[in-house]
Structure formats: C-alpha cells, structure tokens
C-alpha cells in the first residue's frame, strides 16, 4: 500500500485537494493530510499545496520543521507543489518586503507587472484569476494523456522566474508568458490548482499518483 502525505502548514483550503486525490487514487493508496514530521517523512508521496503570502508560509513551515526536511524530500520521492506551494520552492520572493524561500529551484517570485495588456491591448487584472492553457515545453511523465495546451485554473498575483530554462516544463501567457508548470527530478510543481481544473487536473493528479518520480 502507497501513502501520499498532503502536507498542511495552514495555508490554504487543503480538503479538496485531499477528495480529489482521493478520487484518483488507485485502489490500496493511504492519503492522509497531515503535519506530522515523521508521518511526512515516511510517506512515499508528498503533495505540497498552499494558498496566501509567501512570509506567512515560511514561518509555517519554520515553526513545523520542514523548512529544512522539504528540500531534502523533494528529492527523494514523487512530490507534487501547488499554487504557493510551487513558489515557495524557489529561492526568494518579492513578497512582504522581501522573503527567503526553499531554495529547491534557483529563480525568484514577482508580482505581475501592473502595466501588463492582453493580445488587444486591454490592461489585465491582478490577480490573475481564472481558466488559462498551459503549454507543455518539455516532455513530461505527468502530460500523460493531456492535449499539448491543457486548461488549467489559476488563482496568483505572482510568478515564478526560474533562473534555469531547463526547469520549465509549461507556460502561461497572461501578458508575457510565464513559467507556469517548473520541474527537476522527482519534483514536479504547479501555479495553478490542479484540484480545480475539472478533467485535465484530475488527469494530472492521476498521472501523478502513478508516476515512480523519475525524469531526466
């Protein structure tokens, strides 16, 4: 029997995160959500979700241990990041004031730029709320069975900018296009909420739950 650790610091609505995995996941498969260090370390899989400010996060993730242990997990096993769980994978962030992050992926978080128009000309809102395709970059064992510009909802008012092109495996243009879907090995990180994004997400989640976490 496989276990996936949902890992909950308090940042975000982690329940339907939980039902959608759990409505993929294969017969025999423990998924539990969980802030428990040790149960975290044990799992075979671990889904790293996240809504609200980068400096909130992190002194979450400080107060439970894990911001040194997530590195390290990261690399050993499937790992999934969502919304703010992608960006707090990066090294810095431009959010309140300035924030140190994880470190796991080189690049910083941004604020979209206030002064970004659409194809016509028209200033887009921030945040960026809403359905918007993803484009696959790169190959990948989680694009499994998705079309080459799956759809995707997405919730942020700032982007990842990877250092490393090779770490980008999807784009989304809102303004200028951006590094929506970022990967290394066993890591695998998402700005958008794949718990929300109706057949193409719960394909994702699927493909995830299967995934043995090998990649390049």
């Given at each position: 029997?496989?276990?996936?650790?949902?890992?909950?610091?308090?940042?975000?609505?982690?329940?339907?995160?939980?039902?959608?995995?759990?409505?993929?996941?294969?017969?025999?498969?423990?998924?539990?959500?969980?802030?428990?260090?040790?149960?975290?370390?044990?799992?075979?899989?671990?889904?790293?979700?996240?809504?609200?400010?980068?400096?909130?996060?992190?002194?979450a993730l400080r107060s439970l241990g894990l911001d040194?242990?997530?590195?390290?997990?990261?690399?050993?096993?499937?790992?999934?990041?969502?919304?703010?769980?992608?960006?707090?994978?990066?090294?810095?962030?431009?959010?309140?004031?300035?924030?140190?992050?994880?470190?796991?992926?080189?690049?910083?978080?941004?604020?979209?730029?206030?002064?970004?128009?659409?194809?016509?000309?028209?200033?887009?809102?921030i945040p960026h709320m809403g359905w918007n395709v993803?484009?696959?970059?790169?190959?990948?064992?989680?694009?499994?069975?998705?079309?080459?510009?799956?759809?995707?909802?997405?919730?942020?008012?700032?982007?990842?900018?990877?250092?490393?092109?090779?770490?980008?495996v999807g784009e989304t243009d809102y303004g200028d296009?951006?590094?929506?879907?970022?990967?290394?090995?066993?890591?695998?990180?998402?700005?958008?909420?794949?718990?929300?994004?109706?057949?193409?997400?719960?394909?994702?989640?699927?493909?995830?739950?299967?995934?043995?976490?090998?990649?390049?």
């Amino acid at each position: 029997m496989q276990s996936v650790a949902v890992i909950d610091y308090g940042m975000g609505n982690l329940h339907s995160v939980e039902r959608a995995l759990r409505h993929e996941a294969p017969p025999g498969t423990q998924i539990v959500l969980t802030d428990d260090l040790a149960v975290i370390r044990d799992a075979d899989r671990l889904v790293f979700p996240g809504q609200g400010a980068a400096a909130d996060a992190m002194q979450a993730l400080r107060s439970l241990g894990l911001d040194t242990v997530l590195p390290e997990l990261a690399a050993t096993r499937p790992f999934l990041g969502m919304c703010l769980g992608q960006q707090i994978l990066l090294d810095w962030s431009a959010e309140n004031d300035g924030v140190d992050l994880l470190g796991v992926i080189p690049g910083k978080v941004e604020r979209f730029p206030g002064h970004a128009i659409d194809s016509a000309g028209r200033r887009l809102k921030i945040p960026h709320m809403g359905w918007n395709v993803v484009r696959q970059v790169q190959d990948h064992p989680l694009w499994q069975g998705l079309p080459r510009e799956p759809w995707f909802y997405f919730v942020h008012s700032y982007r990842v900018l990877p250092t490393r092109a090779e770490d980008v495996v999807g784009e989304t243009d809102y303004g200028d296009p951006f590094a929506s879907v970022i990967a290394r090995g066993s890591m695998f990180a998402m700005q958008c909420h794949p718990e929300k994004s109706a057949a193409d997400g719960l394909r994702l989640l699927n493909n995830f739950l299967r995934w043995d976490g090998a990649w390049r």
